[in-house]
Structure formats: structure tokens, C-alpha cells
């Protein structure tokens, strides 16, 4: 094998280790629905095994069906997710079993295509990108099932660098054009392209994302009682809910405490806020007096270089991140403190754009013009339309392989048990443009 496909060997036995150590518990944990917003963590194993057997055996290898009967049960679309637990999906050791058999086939795809031929789905290796990005992104909703299951186990306690004093700095990004998406990034989502060119107005974006101290200020200041502060469903939401603080927040003793898998600790002042859903980020941006970013404006301020006239695949350049650029791929069960990564800025001098917590921005979730599905429409094209508001940028528990300046991700606005955060903007005055 090439160096290139031995990477790609390498990315695949990196993420398979990942699903398993998340799911190397008690078969009861594996079976159990923790949440109804969430599969069994076993539906989650098999399903991306069988991904992997659609795409990369069956699409690009044009190998029969191992086991024809696994697509209905681990078909997303066919069976929502509170009806999964009732499904006859296999066991954790079938599992195991189903996913290792179509892995040992997808690595004889992998060392007979052309990596340089023809085929989209085998040029530059796209197929194995879609697979390892999607088993990374199903690892990421596993340890989110994790933390609402309150068991404790994966509290990961690597060392992060400290941050330092931020206060409530911004940075402008003057009027102009930039490129928005991409043409070039080999392993970017249908969603991602084609590039487009994006004239914005000059505008002012957080250098950091919103802190936990800046976010408690707003809930002190009584701002979950107020509806001037909501949007009109955002204030139904909050009715409905009774929502009173993030998710995982409790008051005791005049402190504030939150459990983080299962154990629980004061909140790290100095940290983003996290598990909070669109809503409750647009009504603290209001409150600041402020707005969220559209996800043009945070495109830009994350990756676009004006001098060089093209956008970087990560905010500090093109090369992949290293820990003292940013916070990915569950070094720690948490995002970094404000501040901790002064050498990950982007061109315009924002930190902390990738890595720590995904991002709410203003914009729901449509395609670039020009947008093409590819390889198939459930990925991206069916979410397209006003239900879903996009997140940016990817959280601690996101890996290096799914995060990147034009990588986008979506949900509802009421969603907040994913490791979402926010830094707000606003439009420059007449005198700044
Ligand atoms: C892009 C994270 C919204 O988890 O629903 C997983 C990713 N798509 N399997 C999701 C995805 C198909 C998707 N998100
Ligand atoms: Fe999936």
C-alpha cells in the first residue's frame, strides 16, 4: 500500500478504536435507550458498520450484500429514534462481530481502487473520508448519550493548555468579498460546495466564544424570566421547557454546579458556555446587545486570508491541528479555557473557532448555489429548509477529520444535549465600514 492509503488504514483503525472504547461497557448500558432524543449506543456501532458495508463495499467495491437484512434496521430514515430500542437489532457482541467482518473487506477496497481514477466515489480516497467522518460524527452523538446516561467512565482528564485574561474583546472584519465553501478540500461534504464568492459588510465578531461567567451574568440578571430578550418561539420553548440555565446547570449554595458524565463540579468560569440550544444563544446575544454571527460572517473571520485571497482549511493555516492549536478529539471531556490557544487565531485574529464547542450561527441550514447531492440526498439535501440552524467550527469531542474552516454542521434550535456553545456579533457602524 501507498503512503496515502496506509493514512487512510491508519484513520480507520483510529476511529474504529474510538467506537469501541465508548462502547466497552456492560451489554445493559449498550441495550438501554437513555435518552428518547437518542439511539441505544449499540444502534449507534452497528449502524456505522453498516455505512461503512453500503459505501465502501457495496458502492465502491461492488461486493453483495454481506447481510442484506442489516439496511432496514440501520436505516436513520426508517425508524425514528425512539422506536429503535424495539427494532431486532443485533447484540453488542453480533455487533462487534457484523462491523470487524465488513471492516476486513473494506480494507481490501481500499488496497485495490485508484485512488487517482475516475470514480468520485474513489478519487482521493472520498468514499473512506465519508466513513470515517461519519463513524467520528456517530462517536461525537455517543458521548453525548453518554453524558445524559449520568454514568460516569469517560471523563477524560488530559491536559489542557491555561488561558488567560480575555475580557470582551472583538475583531473586525472590514467590508469585501470572500470565498465561502470549497472546490478543493477533497473530503468536504456535498454541503460544503461548490465555493461561492460572499460579499459582507464590515462587522465585528467575539475573538473567543461566550464564557461560562459571561453566560451566568445573563442568567442572574434574571435573563431566562424575560421575554423581551426571546425570540417569539424561543420564549415558548423556554416556557414549555422551564429551562432556567444550561443544560447540566444547577444552583446550590450560591454556586453554580454542573454535572459532566455523571460527576458533578463547580462551573468552570473561565470556560465556554456549552449545552445550550439556538434559542437560549440568541437571547443572550440580545441581551449583550448583540446578534449571532450568519454563517458567512463566521466563515470568513474563521479561515479567509484577503492576502492571500483564498481560505485556509483551519484558522492557523493549512497544516492539521496540534494541541496547542485547538481542542479536538476528546483529549479532555471539556473544552479548553478562554484564551488557551493564542497561536490557533485566525488571519482577523479570532480564537478558538475550531475546537471546544460547536458554534450556533443566525443561519438555518440551506445548500450553496449550485449545491449538487452527492453521494446521496439523505446526508445533506432533506435537512435543507428553516427547521435547522447551523453550528460551526466542531466541538472538543469532534476529531481533526470532521472539522475544518468550511465544515457545517445542523439541529433544531431546541437542541442543547450536544456540545454547543456560541460567540456573538455585530454589524459595524457607518463610520467603521
Ligand atoms: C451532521 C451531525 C447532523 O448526526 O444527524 C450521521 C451526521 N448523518 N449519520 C447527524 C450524520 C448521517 C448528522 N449531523
Ligand atoms: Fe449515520
Known amino acids: ?4 492509503k496506509e493514512q487512510i488504514a491508519a484513520e480507520l483503525v483510529a476511529v474504529r478504536n474510538r467506537s469501541l472504547a465508548y462502547t466497552d461497557t456492560e451489554d445493559d448500558l449498550l441495550v438501554r435507550q437513555h435518552s428518547p432524543l437518542m439511539s441505544p449506543l449499540v444502534w449507534d456501532l452497528a449502524h456505522v458498520g453498516n455505512y461503512e458495508e453500503l459505501w465502501v463495499l457495496r ?4 461486493i453483495t450484500p454481506l447481510r442484506p437484512e442489516m439496511d432496514d434496521l440501520y436505516d436513520a430514515f426508517k425508524h425514528p429514534r425512539k422506536n429503535r430500542p424495539s427494532l431486532p437489532i443485533l447484540g453488542p457482541d453480533e455487533a462487534r462481530r457484523y462491523i470487524e467482518g465488513v471492516r476486513g473487506r473494506a480494507l481490501d477496497v481500499l488496497d485495490t481502487i485508484d485512488l487517482h481514477g475516475p470514480d468520485p466515489l474513489h478519487r482521493d480516497g472520498f468514499v473512506f473520508g465519508l466513513v470515517i467522518q461519519h463513524e467520528h460524527q456517530h462517536d461525537e452523538t455517543m458521548l453525548a448519550t453518554l453524558q445524559l446516561s449520568k ?10 493548555p491555561p488561558g488567560r485574561a480575555t475580557g470582551d474583546e472583538e475583531v473586525f472584519v472590514p467590508a469585501g ?3 465561502m465553501g470549497t472546490d478543493v478540500q477533497p473530503w468536504a461534504y456535498d454541503n460544503e460546495r461548490p465555493a461561492y464568492r460572499v460579499h459582507l459588510p464590515g462587522y465585528w465578531i467575539d475573538r473567543f466564544p461566550v464564557g461560562n461567567d459571561a453566560y ?11 421575554p423581551h430578550w426571546w425570540a417569539p418561539e424561543g420564549w415558548l420553548w423556554r416556557q414549555e421547557s422551564h429551562a432556567s440555565a444550561p443544560l447540566f446547570w444547577t444552583r446550590e449554595g450560591g454556586t453554580w454546579w454542573r454535572t459532566r458524565f455523571g460527576r458533578p463540579e463547580p462551573v468552570p468560569m473561565e470556560e465556554p458556555v456549552q449545552h445550550v440550544c439556538w434559542y437560549e444563544a440568541d437571547a443572550y446575544a440580545r441581551w449583550a446587545g448583540r446578534r449571532l454571527p450568519t454563517e458567512a460572517e463566521w466563515e470568513k473571520a474563521c479561515g479567509w486570508d484577503a492576502a492571500t ?13 496540534r494541541p496547542d492549536l485547538a481542542n479536538l478529539g476528546h483529549r479532555a471531556a471539556r473544552p479548553a479555557p478562554l484564551g488557551a490557544f493564542p497561536a490557533g487565531a485566525s488571519p482577523y485574529g479570532a480564537e478558538q473557532m475550531i475546537g471546544d464547542v460547536w458554534e450556533w450561527t443566525d443561519s438555518v441550514f440551506l445548500p450553496y448555489p449550485g449545491f449538487r447531492s452527492f453521494p ?7 435537512f435543507f429548509g428553516k427547521d435547522y440552524r447551523v453550528l460551526r467550527g466542531g466541538s472538543w469531542a469532534a476529531d481533526p477529520a470532521a472539522v475544518r474552516t468550511t465544515f457545517r454542521n445542523w439541529d433544531h434550535p431546541i437542541r442543547r444535549q450536544i456540545f454547543s456553545g456560541f460567540r456573538c456579533a455585530r454589524s459595524a457602524s457607518p463610520e467603521e465600514v
Open 151 to 160: 454514568e460516569p467512565g469517560l471523563v477524560r482528564d488530559g491536559v489542557l
Open 376 to 382: 446521496y440526498r439523505e446526508y445533506s439535501e432533506v
Open 59 to 62: 458502492e465502491a467495491g461492488g
Open 309 to 321: 485571497g483564498r481560505s485556509r482549511t483551519y484558522p492557523w493555516g493549512d497544516d492539521g491541528p
Open 216 to 226: 451566568a451574568a445573563f442568567v442572574e440578571d434574571g435573563g431566562y424570566d424575560d
Open 177 to 179: 468579498s470572500f470565498l
Open 1 to 4: 500500500m501507498n503512503d496515502f
